[in-house]
């Protein structure tokens, strides 16, 4: 990430006039808390307030706070205090209650690149910033540490780092930037952020957003959501999309310029297929700002012919990922991620920058959450950055994507093309780029020790698979001085695409993966004493842009959310249990979900870029769905799982199925900005609450009792059987046990709920007992019956409704009829069969397959 620290005094850091008077109040509140309740403890001690958060959906102030000791942070040393009113409701805390500091010999100001390229295996640094001196514990002491981030120049990656203050051993360190593996076309007017300090009433402040700039009118050809990408519908021409509460001046102005190009407050949307980490280019809408663009992605259309729509949809995503969350909670003073704040606090600064058609990879998606932090009165900030890949097309036997061409000798020139595996490292060589050079086979012949130096000057280096990564081999033939790389697998005929190594940086030449039996033919001609002269030239035509599948872009915005929102904004999620692809999948999942859709349909993510139709299982264990023939994985299996993706995975397999119980009971609205009464709007509020409320490092068992603690603050805990009847379901019951943070094989699942919430279940049992009337069979597949168990001879009239409310189905029949009721029509999904005599009423749920 090519980034700058900004250092703001904080008087640019802008409140509304009760959002500083509340924060005045809090710091006293919560400064008098910890002084008389004794939690600190002990001389030199202090707490100091990270952000506050004025949450309109709990109603209560949300305050992040940090222990210090002489002043300085301790490190992870966090807490969360909520406020309603002048009353702090709970306060939670992992402070540290007895510090001994360790002496310091001498205190090192900053570590020179050399140090740091030593010690984080780096080849260059691009920028390293510094936040201010922290105490981090190391053998039960205390020691000075730095807390800094460093770019790598060559790669997206930024490293959140502690090191000893003293000598620069490296403590702690976490890669910023999540793999899901300024040209100025504006004008300017006068920013209003400065003058709401002095809008001290209400009708000041209105008048003051009344001089913000109306949004210019525009229109982005686009797949609009809920589609989720171009194989599920159409594109659409839509016309200003935005919400003026989340961007009060549109998608194309700042509060000091506007442009006309895929830029705005929220997101700066630009092509970097060069790979420098900077704004490339960025398709113009013109004076109309109309983003109207040709589109296609057939075997033999080029992507890069058609990077202005997908720029486009990058762009549109985007805003639209910004305007929808901002309803359901961040906002400017939840760190969210905005150029101009409009006097509506937090920091601002940090648009997103969105670079579609990335050329340092394929087949991935990244995204790194910068941060937002004021400490000790100054501001530390670092934007967001977006990277979106091309992912291969299929490859058939007889269409192989050519990525190689053999020049000599003249016997091979014409082999024909095998199918081989791209690289998520490495230049792309886009735009006609080429590498030439003869082959010659690495020594060691696995390459993955040091070669000799100089040894593969010039030459493609061949390497074959297994013992270390891919990147890893690809690295040491580089620096021996090779030009290009081929990996071959010496035991499978088909290759892969082959995947990035975050310990492997600072990779410049391009590489491909080969089968098994072209890569021993090449072996054997070099070991004959042929000379093979080969080019490296990519074929792009037929390959998918990531930018135009909303799903991965909402996954990949959704890191930023998660990130954002939980502790202090930045370096909470690094815990071996943590669920970050989880939100992301769910975030991806809700924005796209269709109306008609209910819980029976099982959904898949990624089967755009991953060339499945849309009923494809898509890049998971399994489908999303409640059901457990089709998802039975529960809590326990997070043992068994590997890597983040397959972790967070089971969480939002537990969000999916929290989803369908709130929609049974509340109802479904397609549009989740419409009402905030609509079950999948209420839910999602509940799970934005939930990242809010927890820990720094959260456990599944934290992430759940934040949810449910959302439900106690927002809703006096109305839903609380249902979420742990819920949870339990997939084993996250009352006596589920985390087990260690640093261990990802130690939960412990667990099926039980609390007593009261037997008790409640039984009460509802009592209830069905009440009931005259039964249908079956339930589930059905074509059609079924009502049958009258109290056999009253009133007449009755059954309705039946889908999950969106709209009536599909109304008949009144004798009491003693038992005719059948036909669901052939009816699309698969859950509904409700309302069932009326005389003056009771009884309400059933039927499954339709």
């Known amino acids: 990430m090519n980034k700058k620290l900004f250092l703001l005094p904080v008087s640019v850091v802008f409140f509304f006039c009760f959002g500083k008077m509340n924060g005045q109040n809090s710091n006293r509140l919560i400064q008098d808390y910890y002084q008389k309740s004794g939690k600190l403890n002990q001389n030199k001690v202090g707490v100091i307030i990270l952000n506050e958060d004025m949450s309109n959906s709990l109603g209560a102030n949300i305050v992040n706070v940090q222990q210090t000791y002489k002043g300085l942070r301790v490190y992870n040393a966090l807490g969360k205090v909520i406020i309603k009113g002048d009353q702090i409701l709970s306060e939670n805390n992992d402070f540290n209650r007895n510090i001994i500091a360790a002496s310091t010999a001498k205190v090192h100001e900053r570590f020179s690149d050399a140090l740091l390229k030593q010690k984080l295996g780096l080849s260059a640094i691009s920028d390293t910033d510094y936040l201010p001196d922290v105490y981090f514990?190391?053998?039960?002491?205390?020691?000075?540490?730095?807390?800094?981030?460093?770019?790598?120049?060559?790669?997206?990656?930024?490293?959140?780092?502690?090191?000893?203050?003293?000598?620069?051993?490296?403590?702690?360190?976490?890669?910023?930037?999540?793999?899901?593996?300024?040209?100025?076309?504006?004008?300017?007017?006068?920013?209003?952020?400065?003058?709401?300090?002095?809008?001290?009433?209400?009708?000041?402040?209105s008048k003051l957003l009344n001089a913000l700039w109306?949004?210019?009118?525009?229109?982005?050809?686009?797949?609009?959501?809920?589609?989720?990408?171009?194989?599920?519908?159409?594109?659409?021409?839509?016309?200003?999309?935005?919400?003026?509460?989340?961007?009060?001046?549109?998608?194309?102005?700042?509060?000091?310029n506007s442009y006309t190009n895929t830029r705005g407050n929220n997101v700066y949307a630009y092509s970097d297929q060069d790979n420098t980490n900077n704004?490339?280019?960025?398709?113009?809408?013109?004076?109309?700002?109309?983003?109207?663009?040709?589109?296609?992605?057939?075997?033999?259309?080029?992507?890069?012919?058609?990077?202005?729509?997908?720029?486009?949809?990058?762009?549109?995503?985007?805003?639209?990922?910004?305007?929808?969350?901002?309803?359901?909670?961040?906002?400017?003073?939840?760190?969210?991620?905005?150029?101009?704040?409009?006097?509506?606090?937090?920091?601002?600064?940090?648009?997103?920058?969105?670079?579609?058609?990335?050329?340092?990879?394929?087949?991935?998606?990244?995204?790194?959450?910068?941060?937002?932090?004021?400490?000790?009165?100054?501001?530390?900030?670092?934007?967001?950055?977006?990277?979106?890949?091309?992912?291969?097309?299929?490859?058939?036997?007889?269409?192989?994507?050519?990525?190689?061409?053999?020049?000599?000798p003249a016997a091979i020139v014409n082999r024909p093309k095998v199918a081989t595996g791209g690289a998520s490292f490495g230049p792309l060589l886009l735009g006609g780029q080429t590498v030439t050079g003869d082959l010659k086979i690495a020594t060691p012949d696995d390459a993955c020790t040091a070669l000799a130096a100089g040894s593969m000057t010039g030459?493609?280096?061949?390497?074959?698979?297994?013992?270390?990564?891919?990147?890893?081999?690809?690295k040491n033939m580089q620096l021996a001085g090779a030009l290009g790389g081929i990996i071959y697998d010496p035991n499978n005929v088909d290759p892969i695409s082959m995947g990035k190594d975050d310990a492997v940086t600072g990779i410049t030449i391009p590489s491909i993966m080969m089968g098994k039996t072209e890569g021993e033919y090449i072996v054997n001609q070099i070991n004959t004493g042929e000379t093979v002269n080969t080019t490296?030239?990519?074929?792009?035509?037929?390959?998918?842009?990531?930018?135009?599948?909303?799903?991965?872009?909402?996954?990949?915005?959704?890191?930023?959310?998660?990130?954002?929102?939980t502790g202090q904004g930045y370096s909470c999620l690094q815990s071996a249990e943590q669920m970050g692809e989880g939100w992301s999948d769910y975030f991806a999942l809700m924005l796209t979900t269709r109306p008609g859709d209910t819980s029976a349909l099982a959904r898949g993510i990624g089967t755009y870029t991953s060339s499945q139709p849309i009923t494809g299982g898509g890049i998971r264990p399994a489908k999303y769905s409640p059901d457990f023939s089709v998802n039975n994985y529960t809590y326990g299996k997070t043992n068994t799982v590997s890597g983040p993706h397959a972790i967070g995975f089971i969480w939002a397999t537990m969000l999916w199925d929290l989803t369908w119980k709130y929609i049974e009971k509340y109802g479904y609205n397609s549009d989740v900005m419409a009402s905030s009464t609509s079950g999948n709007a209420k839910v999602l509020q509940i799970v934005m609450d939930g990242l809010k409320l927890q820990a720094c490092n959260p456990s599944f068992i934290d992430g759940r009792n934040a949810i449910l603690q959302a439900d106690a603050v927002g809703n006096a805990g109305l839903?609380?059987?249902?979420?742990?009847?819920?949870?339990?379901?997939?084993?996250?019951?009352?006596n589920a046990s985390a087990g260690s943070s640093s261990a990802a094989n130690d939960q412990v699942e667990d099926f039980t709920v609390p007593q009261e919430c037997i008790t409640a279940l039984a009460t509802q049992d009592v209830k069905l007992s009440d009931q005259k009337f039964i249908i079956f069979p339930n589930p059905t597949y074509d059609e079924f019956f009502v049958g009258n168990i109290d056999k009253s001879s009133k007449e009755v009239k059954i309705r039946i409704f889908d999950m969106s409310g709209k009536l599909i189905f109304s008949d009144t029949r004798e009491s003693s009829s038992k005719k059948a009721i036909s669901t052939q029509g009816f699309q698969k999904g859950v509904y409700m069969v309302h069932i009326q005599q005389g003056e009771k009423i009884q309400v059933e749920k039927l499954m339709v397959r």
């Open 459 to 474: 030459k493609i280096g061949v390497a074959k698979r297994g013992t270390c990564s891919f990147a890893t081999k690809v």
């Open 137 to 205: 514990e190391k053998n039960g002491k205390y020691i000075l540490a730095k807390e800094l981030f460093v770019s790598d120049q060559n790669s997206s990656d930024v490293w959140h780092v502690l090191a000893d203050a003293e000598n620069g051993e490296i403590l702690s360190k976490d890669n910023m930037t999540l793999n899901c593996s300024f040209e100025d076309h504006g004008h300017s007017h006068e920013a209003v952020s400065k003058e709401w300090e002095k809008a001290s009433t209400v009708e000041n402040q």
């Open 536 to 565: 490296l030239n990519f074929d792009y035509n037929g390959f998918k842009h990531s930018s135009l599948d909303n799903g991965i872009v909402a996954h990949e915005y959704g890191h930023g959310i998660s990130n954002r929102l």
């Open 719 to 734: 839903d609380k059987c249902m979420i742990w009847n819920t949870f339990a379901k997939r084993g996250l019951g009352v």
């Open 214 to 256: 109306a949004p210019t009118n525009a229109s982005y050809n686009v797949f609009p959501l809920p589609v989720e990408a171009p194989t599920f519908g159409a594109r659409a021409l839509v016309n200003n999309p935005w919400d003026l509460v989340a961007s009060p001046e549109g998608w194309h102005s700042d509060g000091t």
């Open 279 to 408: 704004p490339g280019y960025s398709p113009d809408g013109g004076s109309s700002l109309t983003f109207n663009f040709p589109f296609a992605d057939g075997r033999y259309d080029n992507p890069i012919t058609y990077r202005d729509a997908a720029i486009t949809n990058l762009f549109y995503m985007n805003n639209k990922m910004h305007d929808i969350f901002y309803k359901f909670g961040f906002t400017e003073a939840a760190r969210n991620f905005q150029t101009n704040n409009f006097g509506k606090g937090g920091i601002q600064g940090d648009a997103v920058r969105a670079e579609a058609f990335d050329g340092s990879g394929l087949n991935n998606a990244n995204f790194g959450a910068g941060y937002e932090a004021v400490i000790s009165g100054t501001t530390y900030l670092s934007a967001p950055r977006m990277q979106m890949y091309l992912w291969d097309r299929t490859q058939p036997a007889n269409d192989p994507i050519l990525r190689y061409q053999y020049n000599a």
